[in-house]
């Protein structure tokens, strides 16, 4: 029987999360990346595989409070603003 899964953050707690991501995202990001960054880019910045930010997102909807926008093909991130 699968394991049931984690209840989802409250907005409050998303929205926070999502504020200490972007910041830690642009303390670490070179100042030439892009605004909207590929799936495989923003993995490269944080320093961990693009599966596990897929997972993630497969599994919550989000990574550390980051929402993918879907435009074409792929996920892509806006990690400023």
């Keep these: 029987m699968p394991k049931n899964p984690r209840p989802a953050p409250a907005p409050e707690e998303l929205e926070a999360l999502r504020s200490t991501t972007l910041a830690a995202i642009a303390a670490i990001a070179p ?18 595989g693009p599966g596990s930010i897929r997972s993630a997102v497969c599994r919550c909807g989000h990574w550390a409070g980051l929402v993918p926008l879907k435009l074409g093909r792929g996920c892509r991130w806006k990690i400023r603003g």
């Design 31 to 48: 100042p030439d990346t892009p605004d909207i960054v590929p799936t495989a880019t923003l993995a490269k910045i944080a320093g961990i």
